[in-house]
């Protein structure tokens, strides 16, 4: 992974919007559609949700047949705090 790589990951993390649906996403049991998961994540506006959707997709985020749902990697690296509205990101290796 070259830098370039590094600096793209962290910037698609340097959003709240993404942050929310990235926390949605670890908390939830199963894939989520794309409504429930906009609603999950708190954004009202779809043609801005489904842009940062968008900037999630591939890296941190996949999408199924039943829905959306974190990658293998992501899931493996990301982690909600406990009843803490903070998000906690642990990176155990690049991505």
Do not use: I, K, Q
């Not at 043609?47 to 990697?73: M, P, Q, S």
Request: aromatic content about 8%; glycine content about 8%.
């Amino acid at each position: 992974m070259d830098d370039a790589d590094v600096v793209d990951a962290f910037d698609a993390l340097a959003d709240e919007t993404r942050l929310g649906v990235l926390r949605a996403l670890v908390r939830a049991d199963d894939p989520l559609g794309f409504s429930d998961l906009r609603a999950r994540a708190g954004v009202r506006d779809s043609g801005r949700f489904n842009y940062h959707l968008d900037r999630l997709l591939g890296r941190f985020v996949e999408r199924r047949d039943d829905g959306y749902a974190l990658t293998a990697a992501a899931r493996e690296r990301l982690s909600a705090a406990d009843g803490d509205p903070g998000f906690e990101v642990r990176l155990s290796r690049p991505w």
